[in-house]
């Protein structure tokens, strides 16, 4: 959805309150937003500009704001678990996600990836995305709807990404410019992967534990296919600034996954890398 610079109705909005907890809506005329026994009209928030401070029935107050990408996957309704921001970020940066690309995923899960490709891929780039479960690809579809609006260059199909990557275009077998892996067994799919995806083109897989990763990179070398076949995590910490109390926060997220990037070669080529 095109951001505007006051409040619309069908708009997602988040309160933060003074510890800077999120409070997700979406506007519509007539509704209110209830938190511990204090409402607010959602007609006092319409045609507001984004970053103003309201006031709760009980005298509290908050900062209603447009969220950011990485602020609204973290409140969307979610089918499957969503990666996390520090992960999409680094996923768009190793497999480099261009606009104009076209992108292959698998599984969509809540879509808070695929909206970061989207984003990264533009509107002259396309993503393509294999969700098995009917369910999540629903929840998916209306995630991304409610925050993009109308995607033209997004194709959602309910499909169990073990049984091939075959996206036809007018006829022809699409080949991909990259394609993006989070799922549980993507030692499943990557024999698929070299008749999908560009020479030169990248691979990228997430997946959380150890063995999932090495079973994952086996199966790329196997292919003979891959080569800067790379395996890293990302561990973000924030900081506390008070003061004199400058340290970093006493919790974070200390595990999330590992990600596996490759890139497609020729064919016969022996691998480079692990
Ligand atoms: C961890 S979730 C993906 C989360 C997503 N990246 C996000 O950020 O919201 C994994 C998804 O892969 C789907 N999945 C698992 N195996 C699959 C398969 N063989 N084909 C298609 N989708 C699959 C699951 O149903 C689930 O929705």
């Known amino acids: 959805m095109q951001r505007m610079p006051t409040f619309q ?10 510890k800077g907890r999120q409070y997700a809506l979406t506007l519509k005329a007539g509704d209110r937003f ?33 969220p950011t990408l990485a602020e609204y996957t973290l409140k969307m309704p979610r089918g499957a678990q969503v990666l996390y921001p520090k992960d999409i970020a680094m996923i768009l940066t190793w497999a480099d996600v261009y606009p104009g690309a076209s992108v292959f995923e698998a599984g969509v899960g809540s879509a808070a990836l695929t909206l970061g490709l989207l984003r990264a891929v533009g509107d002259r780039g396309r993503v393509v995305s294999y969700e098995k479960r009917e369910d999540f690809a629903r929840i998916a579809m209306k995630n991304i ?48 992967v070299p008749d999908a995806l560009r020479s030169g083109g990248i691979y990228l897989s997430f997946v ?39 340290r970093p926060d006493l919790r974070m997220i200390a595990h999330s996954g590992f990600m596996t990037v490759a890139r497609r070669m020729e064919k016969g080529d022996a691998p480079v890398g692990q």
């Open 9 to 18: 109705s069908g708009q997602r909005v988040h309160l933060v309150d003074k």
């Open 34 to 66: 209830q938190h511990s026994g204090e409402t607010i009209a959602h007609d006092d928030l319409i045609g507001r500009p984004d970053g103003t401070t309201v006031r709760l029935s009980g005298g509290k107050t908050m900062i209603a704001l447009s």
């Open 145 to 192: 709807e409610r925050f993009l609006g109308p995607v033209a260059n997004f194709h959602l199909a309910q499909r169990d990404v073990h049984e091939g990557i075959d996206w036809e275009v007018d006829g022809t077998t699409h080949v991909f410019d990259r394609v993006i892996l989070d799922l549980p067994e993507p030692w499943n799919v990557v024999p698929h």
């Open 208 to 246: 959380p534990t150890v063995p999932q990763v090495v079973q994952t990179v086996e199966a790329l070398q196997r292919t003979r296919a891959f080569g800067l076949i790379e395996t890293f995590e990302t561990l973000v910490r924030h900081w506390n600034i008070d003061g004199r109390s400058v």
